[in-house]
Protein backbone atom coordinates (compact mmCIF):
# COMPACT_ATOMS: atom_id res chain seq x y z
CA UNK A 1 0.00 0.00 0.00
CA UNK A 2 1.23 3.45 -1.25
CA UNK A 3 2.10 6.66 1.56
CA UNK A 4 -1.27 8.13 -0.68
CA UNK A 5 -3.87 4.98 -0.45
CA UNK A 6 -2.82 4.98 3.31
CA UNK A 7 -4.31 8.87 3.44
CA UNK A 8 -7.14 8.60 1.57
CA UNK A 9 -10.45 6.90 2.93
CA UNK A 10 -13.27 6.10 0.91
CA UNK A 11 -16.41 8.32 1.35
CA UNK A 12 -18.26 5.81 4.32
CA UNK A 13 -14.98 5.70 5.84
CA UNK A 14 -14.33 9.60 5.90
CA UNK A 15 -16.29 10.83 9.31
CA UNK A 16 -14.43 14.58 8.38
CA UNK A 17 -16.30 14.30 5.00
CA UNK A 18 -19.65 12.99 6.66
CA UNK A 19 -19.48 15.72 9.20
CA UNK A 20 -18.67 18.83 6.91
CA UNK A 21 -20.95 21.38 5.94
CA UNK A 22 -20.71 20.50 2.28
CA UNK A 23 -22.38 17.39 3.45
CA UNK A 24 -25.28 18.26 5.30
CA UNK A 25 -27.96 17.54 3.14
CA UNK A 26 -26.52 13.62 2.63
CA UNK A 27 -26.39 13.81 6.84
CA UNK A 28 -30.50 15.00 6.55
CA UNK A 29 -31.35 12.03 4.49
CA UNK A 30 -29.89 9.53 6.66
CA UNK A 31 -31.63 11.30 9.82
CA UNK A 32 -34.55 11.26 7.63
CA UNK A 33 -33.82 7.46 6.17
CA UNK A 34 -32.94 5.49 9.64
CA UNK A 35 -36.31 5.93 10.82
CA UNK A 36 -38.33 5.73 8.19
CA UNK A 37 -37.28 2.29 6.90
CA UNK A 38 -37.90 1.07 10.45
CA UNK A 39 -41.41 2.35 10.45
CA UNK A 40 -42.48 1.04 7.52
CA UNK A 41 -40.64 -2.23 8.86
CA UNK A 42 -42.98 -2.05 12.04
CA UNK A 43 -46.19 -1.63 10.05
CA UNK A 44 -46.98 1.76 11.45
CA UNK A 45 -49.72 3.32 9.55
CA UNK A 46 -51.48 5.93 11.28
CA UNK A 47 -49.87 7.70 14.68
CA UNK A 48 -50.94 9.58 17.27
CA UNK A 49 -48.99 11.87 18.78
CA UNK A 50 -48.91 13.50 22.00
CA UNK A 51 -46.56 16.82 22.67
CA UNK A 52 -46.58 18.44 26.51
CA UNK A 53 -43.50 19.54 28.47
CA UNK A 54 -40.66 17.71 29.43
CA UNK A 55 -40.45 18.93 33.04
CA UNK A 56 -44.14 17.85 34.24
CA UNK A 57 -43.47 15.76 37.78
CA UNK A 58 -45.43 12.26 37.55
CA UNK A 59 -47.62 13.59 40.30
CA UNK A 60 -48.89 16.39 38.27
CA UNK A 61 -52.55 15.74 37.06
CA UNK A 62 -51.53 16.48 33.33
CA UNK A 63 -48.71 13.70 34.01
CA UNK A 64 -52.06 11.15 35.21
CA UNK A 65 -54.16 12.59 32.05
CA UNK A 66 -51.64 11.79 29.36
CA UNK A 67 -50.74 8.27 30.86
CA UNK A 68 -54.67 7.62 30.44
CA UNK A 69 -54.34 9.24 26.90
CA UNK A 70 -51.46 6.87 25.92
CA UNK A 71 -53.75 3.96 27.70
CA UNK A 72 -56.60 4.41 25.63
CA UNK A 73 -54.63 4.59 21.99
CA UNK A 74 -52.80 1.28 22.70
CA UNK A 75 -56.61 -0.25 23.62
CA UNK A 76 -57.74 0.58 20.07
CA UNK A 77 -56.01 -1.96 18.14
CA UNK A 78 -56.62 -5.85 18.08
CA UNK A 79 -53.62 -6.83 20.02
CA UNK A 80 -49.74 -5.58 21.13
CA UNK A 81 -48.70 -6.31 16.93
CA UNK A 82 -51.62 -4.14 15.32
CA UNK A 83 -49.85 -0.93 14.78
CA UNK A 84 -52.76 0.56 12.45
CA UNK A 85 -52.69 2.96 14.92
CA UNK A 86 -49.41 3.60 17.43
CA UNK A 87 -49.08 5.94 19.93
CA UNK A 88 -46.19 8.38 19.09
CA UNK A 89 -44.30 11.30 21.35
CA UNK A 90 -40.95 12.99 21.80
CA UNK A 91 -39.31 9.77 23.55
CA UNK A 92 -38.21 11.85 26.79
CA UNK A 93 -39.81 12.43 29.80
CA UNK A 94 -42.59 14.21 31.72
CA UNK A 95 -45.29 14.24 29.68
CA UNK A 96 -43.83 12.08 26.76
CA UNK A 97 -43.12 9.82 29.24
CA UNK A 98 -46.44 9.52 30.92
CA UNK A 99 -47.96 8.83 27.40
CA UNK A 100 -45.83 6.11 26.53
CA UNK A 101 -46.14 4.47 29.98
CA UNK A 102 -49.71 4.63 29.52
CA UNK A 103 -49.46 2.50 26.33
CA UNK A 104 -47.02 0.29 27.79
CA UNK A 105 -49.21 -0.26 30.87
CA UNK A 106 -52.07 -2.14 28.09
CA UNK A 107 -49.41 -4.32 26.72
CA UNK A 108 -49.04 -1.61 23.31
CA UNK A 109 -46.16 -0.74 21.10
CA UNK A 110 -45.25 3.00 21.09
CA UNK A 111 -42.99 5.05 19.28
CA UNK A 112 -40.20 7.52 20.87
CA UNK A 113 -38.86 10.46 18.83
CA UNK A 114 -35.86 11.35 20.64
CA UNK A 115 -33.52 14.11 20.33
CA UNK A 116 -29.77 15.15 20.81
CA UNK A 117 -29.30 17.77 23.14
CA UNK A 118 -26.54 19.40 24.73
CA UNK A 119 -28.32 18.62 28.11
CA UNK A 120 -28.17 14.75 27.27
CA UNK A 121 -32.35 13.63 27.08
CA UNK A 122 -32.56 10.23 27.44
CA UNK A 123 -35.15 7.71 26.05
CA UNK A 124 -37.64 6.95 28.48
CA UNK A 125 -37.98 3.35 29.47
CA UNK A 126 -41.42 2.47 28.12
CA UNK A 127 -40.79 3.26 24.10
CA UNK A 128 -40.74 -0.02 22.40
CA UNK A 129 -37.28 -0.99 22.11
CA UNK A 130 -37.45 -1.31 17.84
CA UNK A 131 -39.88 2.20 17.97
CA UNK A 132 -37.31 4.05 20.24
CA UNK A 133 -35.19 6.29 17.70
CA UNK A 134 -32.51 9.05 18.28
CA UNK A 135 -32.51 12.27 15.75
CA UNK A 136 -30.18 15.22 15.18
CA UNK A 137 -32.14 17.21 13.38
CA UNK A 138 -35.32 18.78 14.89
CA UNK A 139 -36.92 19.30 11.31
CA UNK A 140 -36.37 15.81 10.34
CA UNK A 141 -37.54 14.76 13.53
CA UNK A 142 -41.08 17.22 12.81
CA UNK A 143 -40.91 15.26 9.72
CA UNK A 144 -41.88 12.28 11.33
CA UNK A 145 -44.19 13.36 13.80
CA UNK A 146 -46.03 15.05 11.04
CA UNK A 147 -45.75 12.48 8.05
CA UNK A 148 -47.85 9.46 9.59
CA UNK A 149 -50.34 12.06 12.20
CA UNK A 150 -53.35 11.16 12.40
CA UNK A 151 -54.21 13.65 14.97
CA UNK A 152 -52.43 15.61 17.72
CA UNK A 153 -52.70 15.59 21.30
CA UNK A 154 -50.95 18.94 23.17
CA UNK A 155 -50.58 19.06 26.88
CA UNK A 156 -49.14 22.24 28.50
CA UNK A 157 -45.89 22.70 27.66
CA UNK A 158 -43.02 25.32 27.05
CA UNK A 159 -40.90 26.37 24.24
CA UNK A 160 -40.58 23.13 22.54
CA UNK A 161 -44.24 22.22 22.64
CA UNK A 162 -45.38 25.45 21.30
CA UNK A 163 -42.45 25.33 18.13
CA UNK A 164 -44.30 21.89 17.20
CA UNK A 165 -47.67 22.85 18.00
CA UNK A 166 -47.72 25.96 15.94
CA UNK A 167 -45.58 24.26 12.90
CA UNK A 168 -48.34 21.79 12.06
CA UNK A 169 -50.91 24.72 13.03
CA UNK A 170 -49.14 26.86 10.09
CA UNK A 171 -48.88 23.63 7.69
CA UNK A 172 -52.62 23.04 7.93
CA UNK A 173 -53.25 26.39 6.97
CA UNK A 174 -51.62 26.73 4.61
CA UNK A 175 -53.18 23.17 3.26
CA UNK A 176 -48.94 21.96 3.29
CA UNK A 177 -50.84 19.31 5.49
CA UNK A 178 -54.11 17.65 5.13
CA UNK A 179 -56.65 18.66 8.23
CA UNK A 180 -56.43 16.26 11.48
CA UNK A 181 -58.04 16.69 14.66
CA UNK A 182 -55.56 19.18 17.09
CA UNK A 183 -56.66 18.87 20.38
CA UNK A 184 -55.23 21.36 23.63
CA UNK A 185 -55.44 19.86 26.75
CA UNK A 186 -56.92 22.39 29.70
CA UNK A 187 -58.35 26.00 27.77
CA UNK A 188 -57.33 28.08 31.02
CA UNK A 189 -53.65 26.99 30.32
CA UNK A 190 -53.90 27.83 26.55
CA UNK A 191 -56.07 30.77 26.77
CA UNK A 192 -53.28 32.03 29.28
CA UNK A 193 -50.09 31.00 27.26
CA UNK A 194 -51.87 32.52 23.64
CA UNK A 195 -54.80 34.99 23.21
CA UNK A 196 -55.86 33.45 19.66
CA UNK A 197 -59.20 35.68 19.59
CA UNK A 198 -56.74 38.54 19.58
CA UNK A 199 -54.70 37.74 16.63
CA UNK A 200 -58.16 37.49 14.52
CA UNK A 201 -59.27 40.49 15.96
CA UNK A 202 -55.62 42.07 14.99
CA UNK A 203 -56.41 40.29 11.20
CA UNK A 204 -53.56 38.23 11.32
CA UNK A 205 -55.81 35.05 11.52
CA UNK A 206 -58.75 34.26 9.90
CA UNK A 207 -62.22 33.19 12.37
CA UNK A 208 -61.78 29.82 10.56
CA UNK A 209 -58.44 29.51 11.89
CA UNK A 210 -59.93 28.79 15.20
CA UNK A 211 -61.36 25.91 14.28
CA UNK A 212 -58.09 23.71 13.28
CA UNK A 213 -58.15 22.70 17.02
CA UNK A 214 -60.03 22.53 19.96
CA UNK A 215 -60.18 22.24 23.72
CA UNK A 216 -60.65 19.51 26.03
CA UNK A 217 -59.92 19.16 29.68
CA UNK A 218 -58.43 15.34 30.22
CA UNK A 219 -57.82 12.07 28.26
CA UNK A 220 -61.69 10.54 27.95
CA UNK A 221 -62.76 13.91 26.37
CA UNK A 222 -59.54 14.49 24.15
CA UNK A 223 -59.80 10.65 22.68
CA UNK A 224 -64.14 10.64 22.46
CA UNK A 225 -63.12 14.07 20.39
CA UNK A 226 -61.24 12.30 17.83
CA UNK A 227 -63.46 9.24 17.48
CA UNK A 228 -65.95 11.52 16.92
CA UNK A 229 -64.12 13.62 14.39
CA UNK A 230 -63.17 10.86 11.96
CA UNK A 231 -66.82 9.27 12.63
CA UNK A 232 -68.59 12.92 11.74
CA UNK A 233 -66.27 12.31 8.56
CA UNK A 234 -66.80 8.44 7.71
CA UNK A 235 -63.22 7.76 7.84
CA UNK A 236 -61.99 4.35 9.72
CA UNK A 237 -57.98 5.34 10.27
CA UNK A 238 -58.23 1.56 12.58
CA UNK A 239 -58.71 -0.67 9.46
Not at 33 to 49: D, F, M, N, P, W
Not at 135 to 146: A, P, T
Request: net charge negative.
Amino acid sequence: MTKFQRKYKISKEDMNFFYADEARGLRLQVDYLKAEVKLKKEGIRHTIAVYGSARTPEENKYYKEARKFGAYVGNSGEGPEDCHVTLMTGGGPGIMEAANRGAHDVGAKSIGLNITLPHEQHPNPYISHELSFQFYYFGIRKLHFMQRASALVVFPGGYGTLDELFDLLTLIQTKKSPLIPIVLVCKTYWNNVINFDFLVKEGVINDDDLNLFTYVEGAEEAWNHILSWYNEREIDIFK
